[in-house]
């Protein structure tokens, strides 16, 4: 018997299925999820235009902070208009090759969160640190260095899980219970062997994930030290709260994928799927959503600057009437 070519095997496209179980629902689900993407759309463009325009905000944390904007507005960008058009229209079809696009930018841009986040420690560390040396060490080349090569470490990282994932042949249907192209919820379709694939992605969540949270871990680590031996209340307060808007961006990036990655070992049976696909959701949206919110409040310069600009705007309106 001849075998069967892979590219026989090869669905022209998939079914996002959406949120399983929870059909009825989506219409309802559809208002949080896009309430919460215009919060991060409007939030996150409106962080960029300060930094960018701002002169006060030209300084290596809000280089970094510009960074984490971006990736945000990539990462939810790539899922949430895909996953309303399933909820509001019943558009659930998504060519292959899309949805390999779809994965790879999902994949990178969060691996791109992860090391900005990192990156973003390592500048609190230094500024409480080495505070007299903070803008000798993060120059600007330095940081288009390291936000670059933050960039290319996903990239070349999650590259080979489209090749891994278009290799295979696919005879289980072509329906994908999820609201978006997740690399082993495409693989699982498949009726070859996703063995390569599995270990593949474990090692990519070790060698970002692990490798990130290590050195977070570690920045923190010398921080809290550096913190505790000032002699003055008034000093060690002023530095946690500099890391504060931090570390709260680090619980809403890792606490969603922390449970995720946790529940699909140890809980996969007793947890329904429409649970692990709406957490995998706010994985994806709840960090652009809140991260500007966040800054905005928790960050001096930022607060001023838009209190600046608004009061700025209602004098010209006064002067015009």
């Known amino acids: 018997m001849s075998v069967q070519n892979n590219t026989d095997l090869t669905p022209a496209s998939f079914v996002l299925n959406g ?12 208002f949080p999820f896009c309430s919460m993407y215009a919060v991060a759309m409007v939030g996150n463009c ?18 970094f902070l510009a960074m ?39 994949h990178t841009f ?8 990192m990156l973003m420690a390592l500048d609190r560390y230094v500024a409480i640190c080495y505070p007299l040396r903070y803008s000798t060490i993060l ?12 960039f290319l470490r996903g990239v070349l990282l999650i590259i080979p899980f489209t090749f891994l994932t278009k290799r295979l042949p696919y005879c289980r249907g072509n329906i994908i219970n999820h609201t978006y192209c997740d690399h082993m919820s495409v693989a699982k379709l498949s ?5 390569v694939n599995a270990i593949y992605g474990l090692m990519v969540a070790l060698l970002i994930g692990g490798f990130d949270i290590l050195c977070i871990t570690v920045s923190y680590t010398m921080i809290l030290r550096a913190v505790v031996s000032l002699s003055s209340a008034d000093a060690r307060q002023k530095a946690f709260s500099t890391c504060t808007a931090h570390i709260c961006a680090i619980v809403f990036s890792y606490s969603p994928a922390f449970f995720s990655f946790f529940s699909h070992r140890f809980g996969g049976h007793t947890i329904p799927p429409s649970c692990h696909i709406i957490v995998a959701n706010i994985y994806l949206l709840l960090p652009p959503t809140m991260n500007p919110v966040v800054y905005g409040v928790k960050t001096k310069q930022i607060r001023d ?17």
């Not at 949120?19 to 559809?30: A, F, K, N, Q, R």
């Not at 949805?99 to 790879?104: G, K, P, R, S, T």
């Not at 209190?307 to 010209?316: N, Q, Y």
């Open 139 to 150: 120059t600007n080349p330095i940081i288009a260095k390291v936000g670059f090569a933050t």
């Open 46 to 63: 409106g962080l960029l235009y300060l930094i960018f325009f701002e002169d006060s905000l030209h300084r290596p944390m809000y280089y």
């Open 110 to 117: 969060t691996g791109m969160e992860s090391g900005v986040l």
């Open 191 to 195: 009726c070859g062997n996703v063995k």
């Open 68 to 106: 984490l904007s971006l990736t945000d507005l990539v990462m939810c960008s790539s899922t949430i208009p895909k996953a309303l058009c399933i909820f509001w229209f019943h558009l659930k079809e998504i060519g292959f090759d899309d949805c390999l696009v779809q994965m790879f930018f999902i």
């Open 305 to 321: 600057c838009v209190i600046r600009i608004l009061s700025g705007s209602k004098d010209s309106k006064t002067h015009s009437i």
């Open 19 to 30: 949120i399983p179980g929870l059909e009825d629902m989506h219409v309802w689900i559809s």
